[in-house]
Structures are given as structure tokens and as C-alpha cells.
């Protein structure tokens, strides 16, 4: 065979992935147009958990992130949190996969000061044993960032150590997710990332028609006073916060109605 010949082969090899490639991405766009359409109809229901209702975006994210577990769409939604538009899985999420790929994993104790996991891989004899302490979360800073560790102690140390026993047992089968819900709730809250949904249509590079603009309703100053005194948690605050970015109001400017309101109840008073 000449060199020319050899080059010949390289290129058609190198098409024919590329074409796969091609036809493997349109596949996933029609199965997530096919996933936007069942979140869109369930995430207006109270079948629905309350972090997906309104938003069929971030459901069909759970949607699709569940379906590459093996979860069904409803499973999905249950199975994994809503965190920044983000799905994450649950503790209970990653322990159920990967005892669903036949490894081992035990709680051992727990109580409101520590928790005890053990896990064997599938075919080892070999236990693992792994200890999350209120000491440790206290000394990370999760304690003071996140409320739920004062208020339920003993879940959020099972959780912790059920999600770390889960990434030694077996990351792939989790598909590399870093964090669970339970984690991520103790971390800063990020800006909320902007979701555009993206058709198999636009993928394809089909004509797409455009769909008129949507109307932005305003949101005020007295809005945000009002939803900051009705948030129950640091990562609602932020979320509000966010929002407030988003239109243009100024921290400044909240704190100054909100001196301005507490003035005109001492004046009242």
C-alpha cells in the first residue's frame, strides 16, 4: 500500500467519525426538543417539585441529566435539585446508582455529631469505611453558610459522607457529577447562569422562525424588600440579590427604601 493510499484511509476514517459525531449530536438535540416538551408539560403541574414548576428549562436539564442514569422523567425531577438553574443529584441520588451497579453501601451510625458510611466495590471483598464529623463541617465553614446543618445535623452528615463513599466506589457510574445537591447548598451561591433552550432545528442549521420578544416585567425596589422579607435562606437572599442585578437596582438603593419604610413605622408607632 503507498503512502497516498494510507493518507486516503486516515481521511475517510477521520470523516466518517466526524459524520458520527454529526449524527450523534442531532440524536441528543431531538431527544432534548422531545425532553424541553415533557418538562414543559409536567413543570406546569403539582406533580411537579417545587423548584421545577415555572420552568420547563431547568426541568428538562433534570430531565436529560437523569436520563443518562437510567431515570425516567418523573424520577428525574425527584432526583435531583434545582441549584443556579443548575441540576445537581441528590446524596440519595448517587448512592441509589451506584448500588444499582452492584456495589455496596451501608450507613453505619449516625447521629448529630458524625456519620459513619461503609462501601465495597462490586467483586471486592474489601470494605471502605468513611467518617464526616460535625468538627469537620464546622472547621470548612458549613456549618455557619448553611442553616440545615443547625437544623438537621444528622442528614446533612449522612449526606456528605454518603456522597463522597459514592465517588470512591465508582465515578463513572455517576458520570463524573463532582457534587451533590446537599454539597453545593454549602458552597457560595454563583450568578445565575442565563438558560437559552437550543432546538434540533437550530443544531441542524434548519431555518428556525423567531418567536416574538418577551415583555420583561419590571421588577422594583419595594418587589425586592418584599421578597427579601419573605426569604427563609442565605441562597434565596442571593438569588434576590441577582435579580436585583439583573434590572439595574443598586444594593444602595435597597438598603436606603428599606431605612426609608423602617422610618415611616417608627413615625407610625
Not at 503512502?3 to 449524527?23: K, N, P, W, Y
Not at 449530536?25 to 408539560?41: P, Q, S
Not at 453501601?105 to 458510611?117: F, G, M, P, S, T
Not at 459514592?166 to 454563583?190: F, K, T
Request: aromatic share 6%.
Amino acid at each position: 500500500m503507498t503512502d497516498i493510499a494510507v493518507r486516503a484511509d486516515q481521511q475517510l476514517d477521520l470523516a466518517t467519525g466526524s459524520d458520527q459525531a454529526i449524527e450523534r449530536l442531532a440524536e441528543w438535540a431531538r431527544v432534548a426538543d422531545a425532553a424541553y416538551g415533557i418538562a414543559t408539560k409536567l413543570c406546569g403541574t403539582t406533580f411537579a417539585p417545587q423548584a421545577y414548576r415555572g420552568k420547563p428549562e431547568e426541568g428538562c436539564a433534570a430531565i436529560l441529566a437523569g436520563a443518562e442514569l437510567g431515570f425516567g422523567p418523573m424520577a428525574s425531577l425527584r432526583a435531583f435539585d434545582s441549584i443556579q438553574g443548575t441540576p445537581a443529584p441528590k446524596a440519595i441520588t448517587l448512592r441509589a446508582v451506584v448500588q444499582s451497579r452492584g456495589h455496596d453501601l451501608e450507613v453505619i451510625e449516625a447521629d448529630n455529631k458524625h456519620a459513619i458510611v461503609e462501601g465495597r466495590r462490586k467483586g471486592s471483598d474489601r470494605w471502605q469505611r468513611l467518617e464526616w464529623t460535625i468538627e469537620r463541617a464546622t472547621t470548612a465553614g458549613y456549618v455557619a453558610k448553611n442553616p440545615k446543618w443547625k437544623t438537621d445535623p444528622t442528614a446533612m452528615l449522612v449526606a456528605r459522607a454518603t456522597s463522597e463513599m459514592a465517588r470512591w466506589l465508582d465515578s463513572a457510574a455517576i458520570m463524573g457529577m463532582p457534587y451533590s445537591a446537599e454539597e453545593l447548598y454549602d458552597e457560595p451561591a454563583a450568578v445565575r447562569p442565563k438558560l437559552t433552550r437550543v432546538t434540533a432545528a437550530e443544531i441542524l442549521g434548519a431555518p428556525v422562525e423567531q418567536p416574538p420578544a418577551e415583555e420583561v416585567e419590571p421588577f422594583t425596589v419595594d418587589q425586592a424588600l418584599g421578597e427579601i422579607e419573605a426569604a427563609d435562606t442565605q441562597t434565596r437572599l442571593d438569588e434576590i440579590k441577582a435579580v436585583c442585578r439583573d434590572h439595574g437596582i443598586r444594593d444602595q438603593q435597597v438598603l436606603d427604601a428599606w431605612a426609608a419604610r423602617s422610618a415611616k413605622l417608627a413615625e407610625a408607632a
